[in-house]
């Protein structure tokens, strides 16, 4: 798939040092991110909502924010790289931190009001709809996120870039989380009679790891 991807939107594809090359291959990679993680946001921000459960919601908000994370940056990246002129007489290079300041403040706000919804559902516990369509579609998000890392890791490696790898580590960090997700919704299934509000307690797990990702993305416009 990737090399067919790279045949379709990539002139040139395998002259990886040319940087006219490199860009495209960032531009390819930087589409289908933005686009599957807002495919996955959708199908499990609807089922969050269908179902009542606050974790499936905090790990759609995660898949947003790597989308937004993804359009910010791709957008920074064609702005920075323009040369200085009369208004900007040190170039646009700081423009990549002020949108990465906005995103990373986005992040926190998000991952702040998740948590406070998912510790208000153990205090008060409002156990969420029982559904295998819920199951499906975590566990769908899973072998995308496992395609990702996979496409991530393939490019960075041909354009030897280490942001790619990073994304794929990101990736992998994503299925790791929705698998938490997902084993708390199949232990709900099949144990009905379970009065632990599990959904509430990994919508804290979930929450934590999007407040993790705001700070890491903070610290790194310093």
Request: hydrophobic share 55%.
């Amino acid at each position: 798939m990737t090399n067919l991807l790279s045949r379709l939107f990539v002139r040139d594809y395998k002259n990886t040092s040319s940087p006219v090359v490199r860009r495209a291959y960032g531009t390819m990679v930087s589409v289908v991110g933005v686009v599957l993680n807002i495919l996955l946001f959708g199908a499990k921000f609807a089922v969050g909502l269908l179902t009542g459960s606050v974790s499936i919601r905090a790990d759609a908000i995660n898949n947003l924010s790597d989308a937004g994370s993804q359009i910010i940056s791709f957008i920074s990246f064609r702005i920075s790289a323009k040369p200085a002129d009369r208004e900007h007489p040190f170039g646009h290079a700081r423009i990549e931190y002020v949108a990465s300041m906005i995103v990373s403040f986005l992040i926190l706000l998000i991952g702040v009001e998740l948590l406070k919804e998912s510790v208000a559902k153990i205090i008060t516990p409002e156990p969420p709809e029982r559904s295998w369509i819920s199951a499906a579609v975590l566990g769908g998000s899973i072998l995308v996120k496992l395609w990702m890392a996979l496409f991530n890791r393939t490019v960075g490696r041909r354009i030897d870039s280490a942001v790619m790898r990073a994304t794929a580590a990101d990736s992998l960090s994503d299925v790791l989380s929705t698998g938490a997700v997902l084993i708390s919704t199949l232990v709900m299934l099949a144990f009905p009679e379970l009065n632990i509000n599990l959904d509430a307690y990994m919508g804290v797990l979930v929450a934590v790891l999007i407040l993790v990702a705001g700070v890491r993305i903070l610290l790194e416009t310093k």
